[in-house]
T-cell receptor, first 114, second 113 residues
Framework: GESVGLHLPTLSVQEGDNSIINCAYS??????FIWYKQESGKGPQFIIDIRSNMDKRQGQRVTVLLNKTVKHLSLQIAATQPGDSAVYFCAESITSGGSYIPTFGRGTSLIVHP | ETGVTQTPRHLVMGMTNKKSLKCEQH?????MYWYKQSAKKPLELMFVYSLEERVENNSVPSRFSPECPNSSHLFLHLHTLQPEDSALYLC????????????FGPGTRLTVL
């Protein structure tokens, strides 16, 4: 079956560094992608999304890159802060026909050292 | 706080018990969701309700039974669960059903003995 997976289960960085979290997806028909942040004891929180007609999208301190050729998605966090420590996971979905049923990645734990 | 509340936050039950999880939102959203998040698998969508009608079932075992009496409340009725059903059960809501506008609750940590 189709799956979304993350390359690295844990990423440790120093405060102020840039962080890059990767995600591979396998369904070439997916046209919508989301990154979520999940802090301990809380539900997932939407960070940023990107549609397949784009290859880059920027938010506040975050950038998502999409490479459809190799089915790869990445989340870049600039000037990482201790408050960024959380599990980050991606999701892919097919929005054609109005269905948004997502497939989620396993997650990467980001640890930011002060 | 996202505006989506879930009760209880923790639940321990035996395999022969019957229990219910509750989710509540007063955000005026029209769609509500149940997700399962276990330690060994990625987040999985279980059920979607849009305007109080079930839209997607996603092949969930019948021992999980959802109920959406109105647009603000969502229940997940549990009976004869298995230990492998132990997980964090997350509820979410969204205005129109889009993933980008989902607000998640904190989840119910379920342990099945």
């Amino acid at each position: 079956g189709e799956s979304v997976g993350l390359h690295l289960p844990t990423l440790s960085v120093q405060e102020g560094d840039n962080s890059i979290i990767n995600c591979a997806y396998s369904n070439s028909a997916s046209d919508y992608f989301i990154w979520y942040k999940q802090e301990s004891g809380k539900g997932p929180q939407f960070i940023i999304d990107i549609r397949s007609n784009m290859d880059k999208r920027q938010g506040q301190r975050v950038t998502v890159l999409l490479n459809k050729t190799v089915k790869h998605l990445s989340l870049q966090i600039a000037a990482t802060q201790p408050g960024d420590s959380a599990v980050y996971f991606c999701a892919e979905s097919i929005t054609s026909g109005g269905s948004y049923i997502p497939t989620f990645g396993r997650g990467t734990s980001l640890i930011v050292h002060p | 706080e996202t505006g989506v509340t879930q009760t209880p936050r923790h639940l321990v039950m035996g395999m022969t018990n019957k229990k219910s999880l509750k989710c509540e939102q007063h955000l005026g959203h029209n769609a509500m969701y149940w997700y399962k998040q276990s330690a060994k698998k990625p987040l999985e969508l279980m059920f979607v309700y849009s305007l109080e009608e079930r839209v997607e079932n996603n092949s969930v075992p019948s021992r999980f039974s959802p109920e959406c009496p109105n647009s603000s409340h969502l229940f997940l009725h549990l009976h004869t669960l298995q230990p492998e059903d132990s997980a964090l059960y997350l509820c979410a809501s969204s205005p129109r059903g889009g993933l980008d506008t989902q607000y998640f609750g904190p989840g119910t940590r379920l342990t099945v003995l």
